[in-house]
């Protein structure tokens, strides 16, 4: 079955420092893949997403690009604020007979402190 | 990008009773919503997947019995935690794809708190 593995958290950085979230997945066929964002007490929000191999998601100056012949997805940012300070996702979908089924990794939480 | 409500944000309700928590579409129509439940400081698990005039699919563990899944409308399913004790107090999101789109939008999430 398909799953998605992320690095522990938290991890704790001074802003403007450098950020990298490892993700790596293992899935049948070629799934696309997603970084979403949860801040405390809401719902997630989409952050970036890939749909095939080679392909570089962006957004708010985060980047993550699709790595298929390592399975993985690792999220970066070149200088993160505090108000990066959230728990991010990684998240891959297969295709059911109603619509895309997501498969969550277990979330790493980010502090960032001034 | 497409919006999903999801209501209420938070609810309070005493054990032995029930808690309907609705989601819907607001500018598309979803054949298939997806239930999620969070416990804190842990990942998204899917409980169920919500389908437009048949029923619901729930993953393995989940009992449909408790967890009550209606999609009677295109842009309308509902979660109704049936008989609710303290251990059903959770985070729970809903989620759907819009046509043709692998991308998901999320409600908002309810805090279920079970006294």
């Known amino acids: 079955g398909n799953s998605v593995t992320q690095m522990e958290g938290p991890v704790t950085l001074s802003e403007e420092a450098f950020l990298t979230i490892n993700c790596t997945y293992t899935?049948?066929?070629?799934?696309?893949l997603f970084w979403y964002v949860q801040y405390p007490g809401e719902g997630l929000q989409l952050l970036l997403k890939?749909?095939?191999?080679?392909d570089k998601g962006s957004n708010k100056g985060f980047e993550a690009t699709y790595r298929k012949e390592t399975t993985s997805f690792h999220l970066e940012k070149g200088s993160v604020q505090v108000s990066d300070s959230a728990v991010y996702f990684c998240?891959?979908?297969?295709?059911?007979?109603?619509?895309?089924?997501?498969?969550f990794g277990t979330g790493t939480q980010l502090k960032v402190e001034l | 990008g497409a919006v999903v409500s999801q209501h209420p944000s938070w609810v309070i309700c005493k054990s032995g009773t029930s808690v309907k928590i609705e989601c819907r579409s607001l500018?598309?129509?979803?054949?298939?919503m997806f239930w999620y439940r969070q416990f804190p400081k842990q990942s998204l698990m899917l409980m169920a997947t919500?389908?437009?005039?048949?029923?619901?699919?729930?993953e393995q563990g989940v009992e449909k019995d408790k967890f009550l899944i209606n999609h009677a409308s295109l842009t309308l399913s509902t979660l109704t935690v049936t008989s609710a004790h303290p251990e059903d107090s959770s985070f729970y999101i809903c989620?759907?794809?819009?046509?043709?789109?692998?991308?998901?939008?999320f409600g908002q999430g309810t805090r279920l708190t079970v006294v």
């Open positions: 989620s759907a794809p819009p046509p043709g789109q692998d991308e998901a939008f």
């Open positions: 899935a049948t066929g070629y799934p696309s």
């Open positions: 890939a749909t095939k191999a080679d």
């Open positions: 998240a891959l979908s297969s295709l059911t007979g109603g619509g895309n089924k997501l498969t």
């Open positions: 500018d598309f129509q979803a054949t298939t």
């Open positions: 919500s389908n437009e005039g048949s029923k619901a699919t729930y």
